[in-house]
């Protein structure tokens, strides 16, 4: 292990109490911080450390923490203001599988969460050197470590022998582990949010004189929506602004602020951010643009150095609506309602448009922020936020990048348990598609890609802003459906036509009313009503008859939502009727299942018509609009209504042998490259994907030999030719199929030796295959989201159906089954005009399999079986490719800022 290596592990991440330490490997010129950790220790902690109170034994820890780099050895330090506050490490002995570790936290650092987030970053260093067991010897009364052990989340043994106990510590990362990071990261990321969105004191640093700047705007916002705290304003100009007394400086200032937003140029933004971290800055927002990259770098140096948070820069601000709060710093022309929405987006423009019709709509918001170039703070940031704020029961993004996918999947499907989750889904077009080398890679799209994490996560993602604020709009104001039956109601036809129509477009059903009910229905109704489904109720329809008849559809099992289009008429305005009014009007608020209403003459797109009990009922101009929101509401019911899923364990998994594999072919090819069929086949077997008998060959007498070994019941084979690069055997017509006995064995050889004697370097002879379902499936790792795993109809005409579906491993038991029916073609499987299904356990197993070998080996760029024979005795890949490339393993959990 080299300096530069141990330098690789420098990271910065929070502490429980939302301050930002330091964590990197140690080095010889921090001998002295690490000798002032021990010697600052008190008497008791030091005994329980070394199990006797001698300073002699810090010193010899921190000579060894401090030595030079040695095999089997790694030490971390975390560091805050500069001083050491926790050293943890680990050191193999004769099994280098196993290693004992040490740990030591500052006396006045207890119980902040230093000494798990140091074991956190050395279980990531060890099991990223082939370590599967930490050991640990501590005094039985040491119950502080004791405790830090056992709430790691790992499998942990306890052997206790007198006043010592030993610890052994497995390092299998599961559900559980995940799921104490996830908890105890949220816990730290929301105490270091408070003092951006709950600040106490602020100061608008660039508050410029003018009415326009961007400054004054800001500290005018800030001012009239009543923040109650202290706030400041810097502009060495100026003694006064919007009432504020001004400071020259950052400096200057009389007490430390929590936040300050920064809209100075460019080239002022990394001395304010100094000048902010040096006074005690807990916060920045920078709403400054264009700066360039040094600019951008000492920004962020500055915010890790001092933990500041930081929001921005190039953005519009953020504003917390809260009562306690009441901020807005924002440039926005119109403050923010206050209400349950919680809204995080990149682009400031399109910040404003939601703030303004969420106002509009009555949604309001629970608090915003305006991310910009997103340096630091992120949308999964902002989710944990909203989880625990106590107000926020709707979340809505815009995000245009991703910083950790993985992360952001595992926070939105926990929130999306608790409240809805709603995203536009922006980049969709296909100019944003790379070159790709297989049919893997090749269906591995950006928006497949995108679409996977948010089916997974819960989110609702949108195409739209119209169609993010129509479904928050049925969100907020109506319970979710419990199916996609839609009862279509309508005093016209036509209007009934369309919005039937539009609903059998987003995959809604209108089924026909059950004949008790349309009695029902019909007896409520005017003459010459219809009440099959869609219910005409004629022009005629009066106020109590329509409520009437919506109300009976909403109580009756029959459909999971009502859908009530509504067009102004004659005959309603003539008797005093209103058929809007009957909506609302006396309507419930508790009704069971959700009503939604197309009002065709309405200006607005989307509007909710509020009801005496204080409900509302979402109404739309367009019949396409409301279907698509009870689209979605359908689908997050769905989701909701499933389990979670678990990770298998599966049996039969060698990946040891796998990495050994991938080790060696990368030691030989630096650059990496396409594994050979041997290699490739090997290394399929590691993770025990069934594979189709095959034998490599490089003359024509072993062909021979090896067609005779592996010929079926009916004595046919297939050949194909094998050379360094070659993608697409059947594009290059390299593969001879249906060869039975030795002649056409020996002469299909020489056909493909002729054809391509310059470049092939053997042939695969496999039995010819028998009749089944020809599938696809793959994987190929996105260098941003990490290994996907596709699935569908495979053959030769893979790309041209298109015919996939992808989720994000590792697959979890419900992920397998949502990616084996999401195909158009998932029917052939499950047995299709009096076919029987084929063997789906088999088919199951082959793609969690799959997703485990992507999981375990980061080099593994792309995999890709095709075809897949699926029958119903069995699951076989008859064709694979694996392409690997020199990738260090990445772990998208460990707790670390960006």
Known sequence: MTDTVR?????????????TVEIRS???????HVLGLYEKMSAENLRLRFFGTSRLSGRQAADRLCAPPRRGHHALAAFLDGQVVGVAEYETGTDPASAEIAL???????????????????????????????????????????????????????????????????????????????????????????????PDS???????????????????????????????????????IEHTPCHPSVTALPHPVDLAVIAVPAHAVPETAEQCGKTGTRALVVLTSGLDADQAATLHTACRRYGMRLVGPNCLGIANTEEAVRLDATFAAHRPLPGS????????????ALLGELSRLGIGVSSFVSLGDKYDVSGNDLLQWWEGDGTTDLALLHLESFGNPRAFSRTARRVARRMPVLTVDAGRSQAGRRAAASHTAAAATPTMTRQALFTQAGVIATRTIGELLNTAALLHSQPLPTGARVAVVSNAGGAAVLAADACAEVGLTVPELPAGLVTELLGLLPEGASAANPVDTTAAVGDDALRACVDR???????????????????????????????????????????????????????????????????????????????????????LAQPPGTVPELTGIDAPGARALVDAFLCENPEGGWLDPRRCAELLDRYGIQQSPQVWAETEQAAVDAAARLAGPD?????????????????????????????????????????????????????????????????????VFGPLVLFGLGGTATELLADHAARLAPLTDRDVHDLITAPRSAPLLFGHRGAGPVDLEGLEQLLLRLSRMASDLPQLAEADLNPVLARPDGITALDARIRLLPRGPHNPYLRRLR
């Not at 330098?7 to 301050?19: E, K, V």
């Not at 969460?113 to 099991?127: D, I, K, M, N, S």
């Not at 929405?341 to 404003?352: E, F, L, M």
Request: with cysteine; glycine share 10%; proline share 4%.
């Open 202 to 240: 602020i100061a608008v640093v660039g508050a410029g004189r003018k009415p326009g700047s961007v400054g004054r705007a800001v500290l005018k916002n800030i001012r009239r929506a009543g923040f109650p705290g202290r706030l400041y304003a810097v502009n060495p100009h100026a003694h006064a």
């Open 715 to 783: 004595g046919r084979v297939v050949l194909k030719a094998y050379w360094p690069g070659l993608l697409h055997k059947s594009d290059q017509a390299a593969v001879l199929l249906d060869l039975d006995g030795e002649t056409q064995v020996r002469e299909a050889y020489r056909d493909l030796a002729a054809r391509f004697g310059g470049v092939m370097t053997g042939v695969l002879v496999q039995p010819l295959a028998g009749r089944g379902t020809e599938l696809f499936a793959g994987v190929v790792q996105d260098e």
């Open 341 to 352: 929405a919680g809204v995080a987006v990149q682009s400031g423009g399109v910040g404003i």
């Open 26 to 32: 140690t080095l010889p010129e921090d001998h002295q």
């Open 553 to 639: 559809l909403t109580e009756h099992g029959a459909v999971d939502a009502v859908l009530v289009a509504l067009v102004p008429t004659a005959l309603a305005a003539a008797t005093g009727d209103d058929p809007v009014r009957a909506l609302t009007l006396a309507a419930p608020d508790d009704r069971s299942r959700p009503v939604a209403a197309v009002l065709l003459d309405q200006a607005e797109r989307v509007r909710l018509l509020h009801t005496p009990g204080g409900g509302s009922v979402p109404a739309y101009a367009d019949p396409q609009d409301v279907a698509r929101a009870l689209a979605h509401a359908a689908e997050r019911a769905r989701w």
């Open 7 to 19: 330098h690789a592990s420098q990271t910065h991440a929070l502490l429980a109490d939302g301050r």
């Open 104 to 198: 030591a936290v500052a006396d006045d650092l207890h119980h902040r969460g230093v000494g798990t987030l140091l074991l956190e970053h050395l279980v990531h260093a060890a099991r990223r050197e082939g370590i599967t067991t930490f050991t640990a010897d501590a005094l039985a009364d040491n119950h502080l470590v004791l405790k830090v052990f056992g709430d790691l989340g790992l499998r942990i043994a306890r052997c206790f022998d007198g006043t010592e106990v030993r610890c052994t510590i497995r390092l299998d990362s599961d559900e559980r582990y995940l799921t104490a990071v996830d908890e105890r990261g949220r816990t730290a990321d929301t105490a270091s949010l408070r003092p951006l969105l709950r």
